[in-house]
């Protein structure tokens, strides 16, 4: 349980510390959300594999939220872990809750109360088949709740073995400040991608005032900077459902049609250097600090094999001039999420 503690010594990957009083953990993380149907049906069993890879190659920051399926994703997490035959102090578990969903995933808001804390972490801890969680956050803040309470109540849980470190996600300075006011806050995780830079404005520079690391999700843009995006598969998601990016702001209409230009853009450079555009969109938000992992998306050992990559590419400062000129800042059309969710963000307030 000790302060900067690292479930490995060294990794492929290179490590980076989460913030001044976070742990250490891979430079790159995986996100498990696309994995229990947020990006429509995902295959169980190349999703474990999918696991089992990133593991392989390094990867020791594993991002999930008991929401996720509701409940699945924690549970996909317990066997891929289970089957892995790794030690469960080999790996980092990022936990997100907070929001409340119904069976046929509607989204009800979200509840940050202290017993609600501490009720999620009850249930998420014997999904995951754990003893402890390595970073509890809210995935969103309860504009019902003030942050003191909720962080507090994380604190708690510290206290009691049942959590090691408190995270954030998606809140702006102001709710930075309080919450870091109340406990050490090892990271901050907001979307951050050459397409969403708006943590530039403030966050990012109240997060290193602080000494608060940012685990980066988001990094290509739910897949609009992987190169692998098309008009054809815009339109298969919204005829097939369950895909959320359907509804997507960036992922319709002439929002599309202007974004994929971007990564026509994208892609030039990147090809330039040998590289995928996904490789290179990955770098680049790795390249923004050594304070900053970004949260790899991968469904598939496919993808994740060629998001991995991006480890292996150092960006020169005519590199990053030649992306950030691909995609310039602001440029991409269309918000990050439809309405009603940038509504709930903090982050954008």
């Not at 803040?141 to 604190?155: F, K, N, Q, S, W």
């Not at 999420?337 to 307030?349: N, T, W």
Request: hydrophobic fraction near 40%.
């Amino acid at each position: 349980m000790a302060t900067g503690s690292t479930p490995h010594g060294s990794t492929p990957l290179g490590t980076r510390t989460l913030g001044r009083t976070g742990p250490r953990v891979s430079a790159f993380g995986l996100g498990l959300m696309g994995m229990s149907g947020m990006y429509g049906e995902a295959d169980e069993a190349e999703s474990i594999a999918t696991v089992h890879a990133a593991l392989d190659a390094g990867v020791t920051l594993l991002d999930t939220g008991d929401f996720y399926g509701m409940g699945h994703n924690e549970l996909l997490l317990r066997d891929a872990l289970r089957s892995s035959g790794r030690d469960r102090g080999d790996v980092l578990i990022s936990v997100k809750f907070g929001a409340l969903r119904g069976y046929d995933g509607a989204w009800y808001g979200y509840d940050a109360r202290p017993a609600a804390v501490k009720n999620f972490a009850a249930y998420s801890l014997r999904r995951l088949g754990t003893d402890y969680i390595d970073v509890y956050r809210p995935a969103r803040l309860d504009p019902a709740v003030p942050i003191e309470e909720t962080v507090g109540a994380i604190a708690e849980l510290i206290e009691a073995g049942y959590v090691r470190h408190v995270g954030l996600s998606e809140v702006g300075s102001e709710t930075i400040r309080r919450a870091a006011a109340v406990a050490p806050i090892a990271d901050l995780q907001i979307e951050y991608s050459l397409a969403s830079r708006g943590i530039e404005k403030e966050i990012l520079g109240t997060c290193r005032e602080l000494g608060i690391g940012v685990t980066a999700y988001g990094v290509l843009s739910r897949g609009l900077l992987s190169g692998h995006w098309t008009r054809e598969r815009s339109e298969r998601a919204a005829a097939e459902g369950g895909d959320f990016r359907a509804s997507g702001p960036r992922f319709q209409g002439e929002n599309l049609e202007r974004n994929l230009a971007l990564v026509e853009a994208l892609r030039e450079v990147a090809q330039a250097r040998g590289v995928t555009p996904a490789q290179a969109a990955i770098a680049w938000v790795a390249a923004q600090g050594e304070d900053i992992v970004p949260l790899v998306g991968a469904r598939t050992r496919e993808r994740l094999a060629e998001a991995l990559g991006a480890a292996d590419l150092r960006l020169t400062a005519e590199d990053l001039a030649a992306l950030e000129q691909a995609v310039p800042a602001d440029a991409v059309a269309g918000e990050r999420y439809a309405g009603p969710q940038m509504a709930m963000l903090d982050s954008e307030r």
